[in-house]
Every structure is written in structure tokens, then in C-alpha cells.
């Protein structure tokens, strides 16, 4: 099983901007479709883009989140970023990566998670 490690996260004002990465080790992201998620207080942690293994394909859970945020992988790096732009409170939560489940499981052990809290 591969390992992640989140970092990027932080206390920033609405309308800020954060590039949250995520370095794997342990096995390769070239070789699986890659995924943030997040997880609120109170609620089921969700996914918020995805980026198939080529990078050809991406997807964002909502129309709010495909116009500010951007899903990256740089396979060489072996590390998956997010920046994220015009943070909204909303947004405020423990922000994963992973495998993209909908592909049927997860390939990697979860790594610690970066906070972001966006304040009003």
C-alpha cells in the first residue's frame, strides 16, 4: 500500500487562495486515477475533483468548485496538487488525496489530511 502526505492547508480570508500538495511514495500515481477529497465537520468525507492517470480527463464535483479550483498531477513528482482560488467558508474542511475509488478501491494508506479553514 503507498503512503500520502497532504500539506498546503491553512487560516486564510474568503476570497484567498491555497495550492494544497500531496506527495505519494510507496507506489506510483502514474499508474492510478488520483482524487481530492474533503471532509467537513459532521459530514461524510466527499470527493471534490478527479484526474485520470494521463491527466486527459478531469472532473470536478460541483459547478462552484470547477471555477476556482484546479486538480494538477505531476507524475515525475510523483504528487497531486489542488489550487484552490476565491475560497468561500464552505470550503472549510480536512482536505484529502487518494485513489479515485469510483475505480474500485483505494490504493493508498489515507494520509494525515491538511486543514483548510476559510474565515469570513
Known amino acids: 500500500q503507498g503512503q500520502l502526505d497532504e500539506s498546503g492547508g491553512g487560516l486564510v480570508q474568503a476570497g484567498s487562495s491555497l495550492r494544497l500538495s500531496c506527495a505519494a511514495s510507496?507506489?506510483?500515481?502514474?499508474?492510478?486515477?488520483m482524487a481530492w477529497y474533503r471532509q467537513a465537520p459532521g459530514k461524510e468525507r466527499e470527493i471534490v475533483a478527479s484526474i485520470s492517470w494521463s491527466g486527459a480527463n478531469i472532473n470536478y464535483a460541483t459547478y462552484s468548485v470547477k471555477h476556482r479550483f484546479t486538480i494538477i498531477r505531476d507524475n515525475a513528482k510523483n504528487t497531486l496538487y489542488l489550487q484552490m482560488n476565491s475560497l468561500e467558508p464552505a470550503g472549510t474542511a480536512m482536505y484529502y488525496c487518494?485513489?479515485?475509488?469510483?475505480?474500485?478501491?483505494?490504493?493508498?494508506?489515507w494520509g494525515q489530511g491538511t486543514q483548510v479553514t476559510v474565515s469570513s
Open positions: 510507496g507506489r506510483n500515481i502514474s499508474d492510478y486515477n
Open positions: 487518494n485513489s479515485d475509488y469510483r475505480n474500485g478501491t483505494y490504493y493508498f494508506d
